[in-house]
C-alpha cells in the first residue's frame, strides 16, 4: 500500500542534516527545495535517494489526486544527482539559507518598547520574530495588563531545567471554575509561527474581554491554559545552532543521538506507524511513553485539567500543512464516537479562516487527511484526558514552511483568529 511506504520513506528520512561540528552554526545556503510527488511505489524513492542526504521538511495528503507528495531539501553537493532522477518535483525554493536570512533579524522587545505597565504590549510584536527569553517577558506583560482575570502558569521544566510557562485566563466566575481549554504551541522546535499564532490568540482574548461578547461569553464560559512554547531547549536551538532542529534536546545514554520528538511520546498509540525507535529520528518516540521531561509535564496538566471540570478543546498548534487535524494519527481504520460534531466544527472553523486571506485548509482526521503520527498529543488528549475535541491544526503555509517570512506572521494570527471566533460560537 502505497501510503504505508511514504510513511516508511518519511521516517527513514527524516533525519539528515548538513554534516557539520557538532553545536556549531548549521549553515542551509545552497539547499534547494522541492516538492515531489510520488506517483509509483514509494520503495523505489527510498531505494533512489538513500545516498542524498535529503531532508524532510514536509508531507500532503495520503490521499490526493495524485498520490502523496513531500516536501524535501536537496544539500547543494547533490542537486546535480537529485535532479538527474527526473522524479515529478516542483521547485519551491532556491536557497533555502537565503529563506532563512530573509526571517531578518529578531525584532527588539526591551523595557523601553513596551507599553507603561499594566497596559497591552504593542501589535508591533507581530511585526518580526522574537528571542525565547524576549517571549517570556511578553507573557508576563500580557498577564500584567489583565492581572484579575490571570495568571502565569508552569507544566514542569525542560530537559536543560527550563520552565514550561505560559498564561491561564478566566472569566467572571473565577479561576478554575469552568472546562478547559487547552493551547499549546512549538512542540517541534522549527515551527516558529505556532508562538506567534498562540499569543495573539492570547493578546486577542484579553482585549477582546472588556467589549466582545463573543470573547466574553467563551471567557465566562471557559478556563484558558494557554503555553505558547513547550519545547524551550529546541526552541532556543533553532534560534542559535539550527534553525531546523524539530526535536527536544534531551540526552539518553547508550547512544550519541540527541532529541525526542514530543508529539510522539505520548501513551495512546505509542511506538506504532508514523513513529520510530531509532534516536537518530527526527520522529523518535522515546523509549516509553511520557519518558521527555516535557511530555510528562504535559500529562500532568492535562490530567490535573481532565479531573478538575474537563477538557472540552485541546489544539496542539503545528506549521506547515494548513490543515486541521482531528483524532486519530496512529490509527486510521478508528474514529473518535462524535466525528460528526468534530468535522461540522472543524468545516465551519477553515471557511472562517479562509475570510481574510482566502488561505484553504483541509480539515479531517489526521491519519486520513495528512499521515499517520502515533504517540501524539491530540489522541491522548481525546483518549487518556477526555477531551471533547482533541486538535492539531497545522498552520500556514505550504510554500515557504517552517521559514515563514515575518510579514506573514500577523496575516496567520488575523485567519487562525477568525476560526476561533467561528468555534468559540459553536461550541
Request: hydrophobic share 40%; charged share 15%.
Amino acid at each position: 500500500m502505497m501510503f504505508l511506504g511514504i510513511v516508511y520513506f518519511l521516517v527513514a528520512f527524516g533525519t539528515a542534516v548538513p554534516t557539520t561540528q557538532r553545536d556549531a552554526k548549521v549553515s542551509y545556503d545552497g539547499y534547494k527545495v522541492y516538492k515531489v510527488a510520488a506517483h509509483g511505489d514509494a520503495a523505489d524513492l527510498i531505494s533512489e535517494l538513500d545516498a542524498l542526504s535529503i531532508i524532510d521538511l514536509s508531507h500532503s495528503h495520503a490521499g490526493s489526486e495524485n498520490g502523496a507528495t513531500f516536501n524535501i531539501a536537496v544539500p547543494p553537493d547533490n542537486v546535480a544527482a537529485f535532479e538527474a532522477l527526473n522524479l515529478s518535483a516542483e521547485i519551491l525554493s532556491g536557497d533555502l539559507g537565503a529563506d532563512i536570512a530573509a526571517e531578518g533579524s529578531f525584532g527588539e522587545y526591551s523595557s523601553t518598547l513596551r507599553a507603561n505597565s499594566g497596559d497591552l504590549p504593542s501589535l508591533t510584536w507581530f511585526d518580526s520574530y522574537h528571542a525565547y527569553e524576549d517571549h517570556i517577558q511578553y507573557w508576563a506583560d500580557l498577564q500584567a495588563a489583565f492581572p484579575d482575570n490571570s495568571e502565569l502558569i508552569e507544566a514542569g521544566t525542560s530537559f536543560e531545567g527550563r520552565p514550561l510557562q505560559g498564561i491561564h485566563l478566566w472569566g467572571s466566575s473565577g479561576k478554575d471554575s469552568k472546562p478547559a481549554i487547552f493551547f499549546n504551541g512549538n512542540v517541534h522546535a522549527r515551527e516558529w509561527i505556532t508562538s506567534k499564532v498562540v499569543e495573539y490568540i492570547t493578546y486577542q482574548l484579553i482585549v477582546g474581554y472588556e467589549n466582545d461578547t463573543l470573547v466574553q461569553s467563551v471567557l465566562d464560559s471557559y478556563d484558558f491554559y494557554i503555553l505558547p512554547v513547550v519545547n524551550p531547549d529546541g526552541f532556543v536551538y533553532t534560534q542559535t545552532t539550527d534553525r531546523l532542529w524539530r526535536k527536544n534536546r534531551q540526552i539518553r545514554t547508550n547512544t550519541t543521538a540527541i532529541g525526542t520528538d514530543i508529539n510522539r511520546n505520548w501513551a495512546v498509540g505509542f511506538g506504532g506507524g508514523g513513529s520510530s525507535s531509532d534516536p537518530s529520528s527526527g520522529t523518535f518516540s522515546g523509549y516509553a511513553p511520557g519518558d521527555a521531561p516535557e511530555t510528562a509535564g504535559l500529562i500532568v496538566l492535562a490530567q490535573e485539567l481532565a479531573g478538575r471540570h474537563g477538557i472540552k478543546l485541546y489544539v496542539d498548534w503545528h506549521s506547515y500543512a494548513q490543515v486541521i487535524l482531528l483524532s486519530y494519527g496512529y490509527t486510521c481504520d478508528a474514529f473518535p464516537a462524535n466525528l460528526e460534531a468534530q468535522l461540522a466544527l472543524a468545516a465551519g472553523a477553515a471557511a472562517a479562516i479562509a475570510g481574510p486571506y482566502n488561505t484553504t485548509f483541509d480539515y479531517g482526521p489526521g491519519c486520513v487527511v495528512l499521515y499517520q503520527s502515533s504517540g501524539n498529543g491530540r489522541d491522548y488528549m481525546t483518549d487518556a484526558a477526555g477531551a471533547e475535541y482533541g486538535w492539531g491544526i497545522e498552520l500556514r503555509d505550504t510554500r515557504y514552511g517552517f521559514v515563514l517570512p515575518p510579514e506573514q506572521i500577523l496575516p496567520s494570527g488575523e485567519e487562525i483568529w477568525e476560526g476561533m471566533r467561528y468555534i468559540w460560537a459553536n461550541l
